[in-house]
T-cell receptor, first 116, second 111 residues
Framework: NAGVMQNPRHLVRRRGQEARLRCSPMKGHSHVYWYRQLPEEGLKFMVYLQKENIIDESGMPKERFSAEFPKEGPSILRIQQVVRGDSAAYFC??????????????FGPGTRLTVL | GQQLNQSPQSMFIQEGEDVSMNCTSSSIFNTWLWYKQDPGEGPVLLIALYKAGELTSNGRLTAQFGITRKDSFLNISASIPSDVGIYFCAGRGNQGGKLIFGQGTELSVKP
């Protein structure tokens, strides 16, 4: 199964600790997106990356949050000094831009972050 | 910013009934996508629409990209218990790759 992989599936952190969420895109995909979902809500865009480049970070909080997609290895979403309000499900999606400009995003299973 | 309004918020139907849900936008979208999300899982793509007026089917599911490019609907025919879940519409405008999601429609099917 060459789907989008995310790990860990569940992550528990105490306030003030760091959280690192990993995403491996589908084979052949070079575009990665991160979204956050609070309970009973839809997904909210955070950041869009291509290999070694941040394309759109308009949905990222200004502080404590960062993302990268290195040339080798998975994309990482990093949350420093977590607070209880960071508790949510974080989803990664990947896509491969086609020659027609279509851009279908396929989602991973998510990482559920709980901050104690 | 761009916003999507999805309705209804929830539906309780009998097995075998048809279902319809829709999304409207305050601005034009170039792409409409419909996803289904089961508890504890990520959204699974159901149908992708790329052209205004496009009508696409996937088994018992049919979705249309509104001609004004500001709306889309999803129909499910002859519902079955495994259709239970939360359905999300998502749209992409001319601001690049990010998707804007609706609030979701929670579907319950009574056997």
């Amino acid at each position: 199964n060459a789907g989008v992989m995310q790990n860990p599936r569940h992550l528990v952190r105490r306030r003030g600790q760091e959280a690192r969420l990993r995403c491996s895109p589908m084979k052949g995909h070079s575009h990665v997106y991160w979204y956050r979902q609070l309970p009973e809500e839809g997904l909210k865009f955070m950041v869009y990356l291509q290999k070694e480049n941040i394309i759109d970070e308009s949905g990222m909080p200004k502080e404590r949050f960062s993302a990268e997609f290195p040339k080798e290895g998975p994309s990482i979403l990093r949350i420093q000094q977590v607070v209880r309000g960071d508790s949510a499900a974080y989803f990664c999606a990947s896509s491969s831009r086609s020659s027609q400009g279509t851009d279908t995003q396929y989602f991973g299973p998510g990482t559920r972050l709980t901050v104690l | 910013g761009q916003q999507l309004n999805q309705s209804p918020q929830s539906m309780f139907i009998q097995e075998g009934e048809d279902v319809s849900m829709n999304c409207t936008s305050s601005s034009i979208f170039n792409t409409w996508l419909w996803y289904k999300q089961d508890p504890g899982e990520g959204p699974v793509l159901l149908i992708a629409l790329y052209k205004a007026g496009e009508l696409t089917s996937n088994g018992r599911l049919t979705a249309q990209f509104g001609i004004t490019r500001k709306d889309s609907f999803l129909n499910i025919s002859a519902s079955i218990p495994s259709d239970v879940g939360i359905y999300f519409c998502a749209g992409r405008g001319n601001q690049g790759g990010k998707l804007i999601f609706g609030q979701g429609t929670e579907l319950s099917v009574k056997p």
